[in-house]
């Protein structure tokens, strides 16, 4: 595979058509996304995030970056812990999701700021975030290394970056799982969104350059208070 080209799903594509690609699935499912969401995983992409705004340990005046955040689960979560005197980010490259994400804020009574960037150029200073999350959005981004500087440079010394990503499933249960995510995952996509093709790239991204973890949240402490 040369420089530039990459992954979209199990194809290889030109990096620039991967982008205008991605778009287009989180265009067709924004609507949907949650509910869609709730009934691929039972409900569990809620704990998961639960878990992850548990241990981001967010204190009352944090800043906070939530990068391909969607239709805003993970910022809910972090601004309740924030409070008024905290900044909580919500950006997503995607402005349908973003724009989903931003109305459910405000019918909560949540006014966050919100931007329409790419993780890979981000439009912040250096060093101002106390903790960036990045929660199934990683194995979407073309350059995944350019996304994770960009993610560092923007924390502040000591600062915290948290991504919440799919790993292998247990290898006994592989069999199963393929069946769920290759046959019945984009059936399930067909009769709830009207678009099979999206899920189908979803379930195929998640298997795309995935390392085993053991867990489904890899946590990364970044820039530590003795780095500069």
């Not at 700021?113 to 999350?133: I, R």
């Not at 995510?181 to 195929?204: C, H, I, N, W």
């Amino acid at each position: 595979m040369s420089d530039k080209q990459t992954h979209f799903g199990f194809k290889t594509v030109a990096e620039e058509e991967k982008a205008r690609k991605v778009a287009e699935v989180f265009h067709s499912v924004a609507n949907r996304y949650d509910a869609m969401n709730d009934l691929m995983s039972m409900g569990l992409h809620r704990v998961w995030k639960r878990f992850l705004a548990l241990h981001a340990r967010i204190r009352p005046g944090h800043k906070v970056l939530d990068i391909a955040g969607g239709t805003g689960d993970i910022s809910r979560l972090l601004a309740q812990e924030a409070g008024p005197t905290g900044e909580v980010w919500l950006t997503d490259i995607n402005g349908s999701m973003l724009g989903v994400g931003r109305d459910r804020m405000m019918d909560k009574g949540l006014m966050l700021p919100v931007a329409q960037c790419d993780a890979e150029k981000l439009p912040f200073p250096s060093d101002y975030f106390d903790l960036v999350t990045v929660a199934f959005g990683l194995r979407n981004m073309t350059h995944k290394e350019d996304a994770l500087a960009e993610m560092r440079r923007v924390l502040k010394p000591g600062g915290k970056l948290m991504v919440l990503e799919f790993s292998k499933v247990w290898k006994p249960l592989a069999p199963l799982y393929d069946l769920y995510s290759f046959q019945m995952l984009p059936r399930m996509g067909e009769l709830v969104t009207k678009d099979a093709e999206s899920y189908r790239y979803l379930a195929e991204s998640i298997r795309i350059r995935l390392r085993a973890v053991p867990h489904a949240t890899l946590t990364v402490e970044a820039k530590q208070s003795n780095n500069k």
